[in-house]
């Protein structure tokens, strides 16, 4: 018995979807990626990143949602794949066989994102003109009960063409925000038709497609829907829990197998798949709906559901049948085979950091902090299945154990290089281990530190910790290349910054060093943010002023935080000193130019926040490398990016 199924029995029995047999109990959930064509058709692109999903031994692999309709209504991606006419089956079933080549079931997803699609249109379709909360999208038009069944017709056809292209099952999307759930919700749907009105109403036109699709496919072909249990829209007329708990009910009636269980929307004012939302937190809406279903109808979910602890369990207890991944499996779609084969510490960790919802929604492709594989899975210099050993192994130098130097120590090792990383520190992880102390689940930074330690480990890369290198030992260094990835560090040329109350922002969240009761923070990116939450979180001090330079601080952290970030700023009452610009430290106070003129503010300690690159050492002789904060601070996705190509050139 392989180790990992020894260990998670559960996650790795056979299950069944329908009458479908299912080698474990692991789905790939669907995401979008904009890799396909804008005009419907699938890339080569998208088979070859689909393709890796099943390879890396997911029972499940589910594609990205089609749309349904050929006015483009229902897309909500420029790159999205369309199966609203039989031209596109062709591309269809190059999926479902690649798939099928892993011996993995293969889903196909109908969706229609409503009040979030038309993306190419100058108008959006709902069932009532409810304004959104989002400015990027626009008021939907409401739809005809005329136009309601042309779009349960859509779907029935989408899945006539999802069994002629060879998949095992097909998949409804009802979640976010999307069409189903506009009609399902009480926010959306205000009709007072048969459309409209109580839950059974406002659940019509999705027990219609779901009944069609029963009578279209067959009684046997499985049909998989995603459902929200708890929309999180309470602040603004949303279902009840108890009204979304009879909708899936409804679902489970009308003829779904299985029931695909998510929480909250793109609108929802509360976190629900970031860092702060402890793993395992949404498992208990899985328990209600197990209370509501008939017994053969399985249950499926997602969402912070990282470690197979949590659905091994949930599974064992009798309220989970699937563990649904997303994020993660875009993160390492080897993930599934790594546990099997006990090899947990290999598995390449999602940080939750939202990265590729952000892509998405900026029409870019979907893109990864911690893969840059990602996209390029049929691109062997890229790597992702292996990178080749080198004809003639170089001796590679890298200074600074931040994450950008073990990414690229960790792939010159792989390559047969031999690599030593030597490290001021007597830890590793640079900007991340300290990020690491920061709260809401910014633990979990250790994990990716963790993770490049543990490839660079595989790899007999050497370590040379608490070392601190001499411009004159790269200069004599016999080593074939040589990386600086020293980071960056606090800096200011305000004068006073050499002052004995002025401290780095690191320094802080690394308890180095005690703040007063009053504390002025300057800086204006997300590592001046982060000392503001730390800060707050560990109640170091009485007043927090944050001088910063725009409208608001922020401008590199990603959508899926900032508004919290803000959020409790506001509530703490942090002190925001907008568009202003230091201009003199003393021993108790800060002047700052401001639009409104000078103000002087009361200060116990000075807090430098914004980063510096520390890249002395490159100019010590030619050929030297430099990746990372080295060149120019960034985000965590821009160092990993750059250890990641630098690897790939050795």
Known sequence: MQ???????????????????????????????????????????????????????????????????????????????????????????????????????????LMHCGRVGGINLEYTVGPSPVKQRIPRFREPVEMTVEQIEMAVKEHVDGARRCVEAGYDAVEISGIVGYLLSNFISSYTNTRTDEYGGDIKGRAKFMT??????????????????????????????????????????????????????????????????????????????????????????????????????????????????????????????????????????????????????????RDAELNCMVRPSLGHESDPEYGFYGFPKADNPKKVWVIGGGIAGLQAAAIAAEKGHKVTVTEKNKHLGGQSATAARGPWGDDEFMRLVNYLKDYCDRGNVVFEMGVAVTAAEVEKSDADHIIVATGAVPGSKVTGADG???????????????????????????????????????????????????????????????????????????NMVRYARPTEITEGSVKVETKDGEQILDVDTVILADLQSVNDLSKARKGVYTIGDAIIPRRGNSAILDGYKMGMRL
């Open 3 to 109: 180790p990992g199924k020894k260990k998670y029995p559960h996650i790795f029995s056979p299950g069944k979807l329908g009458k479908v047999e299912v080698k474990n109990r692991i789905k790939y959930a669907s995401t979008e990626t904009n890799f396909n064509y804008g005009d419907g058709f699938v890339a080569d692109k998208e088979v070859a990143y689909m393709e890796a999903q099943a390879r890396g031994g997911a029972g499940m692999v589910t594609t990205q949602g089609a749309y349904t309709d050929p006015r483009g209504e229902g897309q909500g991606y420029v790159g999205m794949m369309g199966i609203w006419d039989d031209k596109f089956i062709p591309g269809l079933k190059k999926i479902n066989d690649a798939i099928h080549a892993y011996d993995s079931v293969s889903v196909l997803q």
């Open 500 to 574: 004995k109350n002025v401290v780095s922002c690191l320094d802080v969240m690394d308890g180095k060093v005690t703040v007063g009761k009053k504390a002025v923070i300057l800086g204006s990116g997300g590592v001046a943010i982060a000392t503001a939450l730390f800060m707050l979180d560990k109640e170091l001090c009485e007043e927090i002023s944050f001088v910063h330079s725009g409208r608001k601080p922020g401008a590199d952290v990603n959508p899926s935080y900032i508004w919290r970030y803000m959020s409790k700023l506001r509530e703490s009452g942090v």
């Open 208 to 361: 219609d497609i779901v009944g069609g699709i029963r009578k279209e496919t067959g009684p046997d072909y499985p049909i998989i829907i995603r459902l929200c249990a708890d929309e999180l829209l309470h602040d603004r007329g949303g279902n009840k829990h108890e009204e979304s708990l009879q909708a899936i009910a409804m679902a489970g009636e009308a003829g779904a197998d299985c029931l695909s269980i998510t929480a909250g929307w793109q609108e929802s004012a509360v976190s629900v798949i970031s860092r702060d939302c402890q793993m395992g937190q949404w498992l208990y809406l899985a328990k209600a709906v197990r209370k509501v279903l008939k017994p053969e109808a399985t249950i499926a979910m997602a969402y912070r559901l990282f470690l197979p602890e949590y659905p091994e369990q949930a599974i064992k207890e009798g309220y989970l049948d699937w563990w649904e991944s997303c994020r993660a499996m875009i993160a390492d779609p080897y993930m599934p085979v790594k546990i099997l084969e006990d090899r947990q510490k290999e598995v390449i960790p999602c940080m939750a950091c939202n990265i590729c919802l952000a892509r998405l929604f």
